[in-house]
């Protein structure tokens, strides 16, 4: 129970007055006493060590140096203001011994000579304490403010370790732009346009079967090490692993508007890359394209996914898909067509032996169309082979052929109606869980624009074909570019056109050789472009014009990246955009001041660009596309008699 105030002891007494227990700890209680009156004991001191000096010793003027030192001492410890305090207490003091005992002072017979003599020396003295005192303030400023920047430092380096931690932690178990955003909160379930690819082994289960562990999860990484720099090189977001399998999503998180050819390019590079490695698989890809639910997904443990029926599409074409080889739906199909080839797929897989011969006689039926020419009954047999093989639409084209030339023929008005309506039923893929049928495509390649002979002559494309050998660049990263704005081939284009034009103008192997290269690589800034610009429809705003025109220093760095130092490869990209009117950037050169190299690349540019598929206009006519350069050079855009250079070139094919 606690005591009332009244029932506390008395406190003990040890000695005369000083309470028991204080007695022994008298040292620590002196210094708390002097630490805590230390500016004023340190200005007594000051003055009776005055008086002392003025009233017992001689020579009182060699001893007024003497103050500098505790004035000093002050000035360091205390501050300026007490430091000057104390400098004007000693003179002072001085002042009023000298003008009352002037003869302690051997400096003259008056007052006046000894009150100047301290005059001076006080002012010294109050100057140099005024002065030690600023630079200790400011010493001490500056430390404070160190060690407050070192905390800081300290707090910042801790929230940065963490920060950093958390980073590795979420780049470890997720994409890194997906990371990045979900730190930065910008990630939300919306409903967008995206591509779905599955991809997965063949035949890999019986060798996880058959094998250590250690040993299937190696290979297994293998295998994932090849397709994951794929996926990243194409804006791809792996979604999740699924054994030995893998879902990616294109156009998401980030928005492209070529997801699409994104996805196809990415699974042909990742059929390439294991072809070339020799892997002991196949891998099936299927990919499909349209709209999909995407954002985190989870409570505790969440993870960016994407939902909806496209996402099932896409797992079913990998599921019915050949080893090897790419399944896409009609909307994907649509999106790359311009820039792949690829062929229907049909319910008939040709296993019997029926159906090879039909193949047989379709192959040696064709061969006696191509030599006699349009036969109403030839084309008839040919649809009847078609059909036969369930290739509805080849069907309808040959019937529709034969009966233009035999439009009574009821036969074939029957045929060319039963292929109509048979159509859907031969063409369309039944999937698991679907109740229509789609149309699946099989991807064979990308279309080679160099050996398209709508845009190159033959003999000319044939002619510089092999030069491409000598571009010492991977495509790979070109190509990914390229795909951001669907002008896949426009650089082999433009390279190669440039090459036969500086052939034809009679350059040196090696300046030939840097506009091909330079050809090649003059676009690779675009990366750094918002790809949302280089896929627009309506004319570019000038804030849009002037991001558009950075590209052109970006290829520059890019090309000095990839290790390409050559002057003249650097100097032919970086002015592809002069004009010979001197309107161009970014130097805005004129004439024969720009480089030869950039007047050749940029005529074959505009030429590649006129003639190619953008995601604002179709592709123009070749004749139509040279005439319009040929207005450019008149109008001083390019340099005329490069422009006739392309004529000859195009013209003669060689």
Same mark, same amino acid.
């Given at each position: ?9 008395? +406190?003990?007494?040890?000695?005369? /007055?000083?309470?028991? %227990? ?24 000051? =003055? ?45 003091? %001085? ?10 002072? $051997? ?15 006080? /002012? ?74 599955? =991809? ?18 190696? !290979? ?10 794929? $996926? ?20 998401? +998180? ?64 990998? !599921? ?18 311009? @820039? ?12 019997? !032996? ?28 040919? /649809?009847? #082979? ?39 039923? @031969? ?10 049928? #789609? ?51 426009? *650089? ?7 090459? =036969? ?34 896929? *627009?429809? *309506? ?82 006519? *070749? ?32």
């Amino acid at each position: 129970m606690p005591m009332a105030k009244d029932d506390l002891p008395a +406190p003990l007494i040890d000695g005369p /007055g000083i309470p028991f %227990g204080l007695a022994g700890n008298w040292p620590i209680h002196l210094r708390n006493f002097v630490v805590r009156y230390l500016e004023v004991l340190f200005i007594i001191i000051v =003055a009776v060590i005055v008086v002392a000096v003025f009233y017992f010793l001689p020579y009182k003027i060699a001893f007024l140096n003497l103050f500098y030192l505790p004035v000093l001492s002050a000035a360091y410890f205390l501050g300026r203001r007490k430091a000057v305090m104390s400098a004007v207490l000693c003179l002072l003091s %001085g002042v009023l011994f000298a003008y009352y005992r002037p003869d302690w002072f $051997s400096v003259g017979d008056t007052r006046i000579d000894a009150l100047l003599v301290l005059g001076t020396w006080g /002012g010294f003295l109050i100057l140099a304490s005024a002065s030690v005192g600023a630079l200790q303030e400011r010493l001490a400023h500056g430390f404070e403010q160190t060690r407050q920047l070192y905390e800081e430092l300290k707090r910042t380096q801790g929230a940065e370790e963490m920060k950093e931690k958390v980073e590795k932690t979420l780049y470890a178990s997720m994409d890194p732009v997906v990371a990045k955003l979900v730190t930065e909160g910008k990630l939300r379930f919306e409903k967008r346009e995206i591509s779905i690819m599955f =991809a997965e082994l063949t035949n890999f289960t019986g060798f996880s079967d058959a094998n250590r562990p250690e040993v299937v999860l190696e !290979e297994l990484n293998r295998f994932l090490g090849y397709l994951e720099p794929i $996926s990243d090189l194409f804006r791809g977001h792996i979604d999740k692993y699924m054994g030995d399998g893998v879902m990616v999503e294109f156009g998401a +998180p980030v928005d492209y508007d070529q997801h699409a050819l994104l996805a196809v390019l990415a699974g042909l590079r990742m059929q390439e890359r294991l072809k070339k490695f020799d892997m002991p698989w196949g891998l099936r890809v299927g990919i499909a394209t349209g709209s999909a639910i995407v954002g985190m997904l989870g409570v505790r443990r969440q993870a960016y996914s994407a939902l909806g029926d496209r996402v099932n599409i896409a797992k079913r074409l990998e !599921e019915i898909c050949e080893a090897e080889k790419i399944y896409i739906d009609e909307p994907t199909f649509k999106a790359v067509e311009p @820039f792949v080839t690829a062929t229907k797929v049909r319910n008939l897989a040709f296993g019997r !032996e029926s159906d090879q011969k039909s193949l047989e006689q379709l192959t040696a039926l064709e061969e006696k169309l191509r030599l006699e020419g349009e036969n109403a009954q030839l084309l008839f047999e040919l /649809g009847q #082979i078609c059909f036969r093989i369930h290739d509805a639409t080849a069907a309808i084209g040959y019937f529709g052929r034969a009966l233009a030339l035999d439009p009574n023929s009821t036969e074939i008005k029957l045929a060319y109606a039963d292929a109509n309506i048979k159509r859907d039923d @031969f063409e369309k893929i039944q999937l698991k869980g679907k109740l229509q049928k #789609i149309e699946v495509y099989e991807v064979i390649g990308i279309k080679d624009r160099w050996m398209d002979p709508r845009v190159i002559p033959p003999a000319l494309a044939a002619k510089y074909r092999s030069v491409e050998s000598l571009i010492e660049v991977p495509e790979d990263p070109v190509l990914a570019v390229e795909a951001l704005d669907g002008s896949v081939g426009h *650089s082999r284009v433009v390279a190669l056109l440039s090459y =036969a034009m500086a052939d034809r103008l009679g350059l040196n192997d090696g300046m030939k050789k840097a506009i091909l290269c330079a050809g090649y690589l003059q676009n690779i800034g675009k990366e750094a472009v918002p790809h949302r610009i280089l896929n *627009s429809v *309506s004319s570019l705003t000038d804030q849009e014009s002037d991001y558009l025109e950075k590209y052109v220093p970006a290829s520059v760095a890019a090309c000095r990246r990839m290790g390409f130092v050559d002057s003249h490869v650097l100097e032919i990209v970086l002015h592809q955009h002069e004009m010979w009117n001197g309107k161009g950037y970014p130097g805005q050169l004129r004439g024969e001041a720009i480089p030869l190299g950039a007047r050749i690349t940029a005529v074959a540019d505009s030429y590649s660009a006129l003639t190619s598929w953008r995601p604002y206009r179709e592709e123009w006519d *070749s004749r139509v596309a040279l005439n319009e350069i040929r207005k450019g050079g008149e109008k001083g855009r390019f340099d005329p008699k490069v422009v006739e250079v392309l004529d000859e070139v195009l013209r003669s094919g060689n």
